[in-house]
């Protein structure tokens, strides 16, 4: 029979020790629960925390109930044992809930509210419930998981770690990497997406996102919608995809092309390359690109034209020709400058195809990729 306990409203503190399959009732007040039996009876138990920002610790992954109820609650698994086959079942409640587990398969829904879940990346499922929900993978190290990071495909619902381990994500809209190589992809709709260290890949896909490189040589695909895109440390490649996005290089010689849309470009500290590869990268008056830290004679930046044709009557893919403030003459390919605003004439009929508006007042052939 198991043995029960039944709280009060205020704060209790509760200890499993040498019992088995108890069942805890903590009702209201900020609680604290510690189930730390790890041998073979330590699992089967029974939790409901109640109101309050309760905190419960679990040793044994083994058929344990737990239900973490109304409030801000923390569930700390730190998987040091578990029973074969067996599995557990948490679930969140209402409120901000922060999951924090080394299980190996058990089953943990967030319920209502913006909910957390950590994890090393075994074969557990996570389901977010309602709220803007995030799974975070920080905790895996290399010295227990091996350091190979983890794939995450927000769009599918799954994370795959090393040896065949895979959860399942539902309803997740946010992620957070490893300190390793680590894959990350959003979904249709707005995700924040961090790498942390490590060469990392993000992917929004639609919605307007946020994209966090951290620390490595990154890659940031914005996709579709409005996204800002960060590459931090690094020399980062940055694509904003279409809509009107910020990228942000940080410090490195980093990459960025802002696709189709009124893109705002920050290369950040280091030699940056600024690339346009379609005169729609970047259209005439109000929604041009801007670069707002253009700096080619301290740090080295350019601007990379080379994949627009400059001259769209002749075959091939045509440079440009730089004029500096000279006015256009009717013949293709020439590129201009007036103000701090950048130019091009693709098909000679001496107006403007694209600008671009780098913040200088005077530019040289040697700024361009041509």
Request: no cysteine; glycine share 18%.
């Amino acid at each position: 029979m198991a043995y029960v306990y039944r709280g009060t409203n205020g704060d209790d503190y509760v200890v499993q020790n040498s019992r088995t399959e108890v069942e805890i009732y903590t009702y209201g007040g900020d609680d604290e629960i510690v189930l730390n039996r790890t041998d073979s009876r330590g699992g089967l138990n029974y939790v409901e925390a109640g109101s309050g920002n309760d905190l419960v610790r679990n040793s044994f992954e083994g058929g344990n109930d737990i239900f973490l109820g109304s409030g801000n609650d923390v569930y700390k698994h730190s998987g040091a044992a578990r029973a074969s086959g067996e599995y557990d079942k948490v679930h969140g409640g209402d409120g901000n809930d922060r999951f924090e587990v080394k299980t190996y398969a058990s089953d943990y829904w967030g319920d209502s509210g913006n909910d957390t879940f950590y994890s090393v990346g075994y074969r557990n499922a996570f389901n977010g419930g309602s709220g803007t929900d995030t799974v975070n993978y920080s905790l895996q190290d290399s010295s227990s998981e091996k350091g190979r990071g983890i794939y995450v495909d927000l769009d599918k619902g799954f994370a795959k770690a090393v040896d065949g381990r895979n959860e399942k994500l539902t309803s997740i809209e946010n992620a957070t990497g490893t300190g390793s190589n680590d894959t990350l992809i959003g979904t249709g709709g707005k995700n924040i997406l961090r790498g942390g260290n490590g060469n990392d890949q993000l992917e929004g896909l639609g919605g307007n996102d946020r994209l966090y490189g951290g620390a490595g040589k990154d890659i940031l695909y914005g996709d579709n919608g409005n996204d800002d895109l960060y590459g931090d440390s690094g020399n980062d490649k940055l694509y904003g995809g279409s809509g009107n996005d910020d990228l942000l290089g940080g410090a490195g010689n980093d990459l960025l092309v802002g696709g189709s849309g009124n893109d705002f470009l920050v290369g950040g500290s280091g030699a940056d390359t600024f690339r346009f590869t379609r005169v729609s990268d970047s259209k005439v008056g109000s929604q041009r690109d801007v670069i707002d830290d253009f700096k080619p004679d301290s740090e080295g930046d350019v601007i990379d034209l080379r994949d627009i044709d400059a001259n769209t009557g002749r075959s091939g893919n045509n440079a440009f020709t730089f004029i500096g403030k000279d006015a256009f003459s009717g013949t293709a390919g020439e590129l201009r400058y007036s103000g701090t605003i950048i130019s091009g004439d693709v098909n000679g009929d001496g107006r403007a195809d694209f600008e671009i508006d780098a913040g200088l007042t005077r530019y040289y052939s040697s700024d361009f990729l041509l």
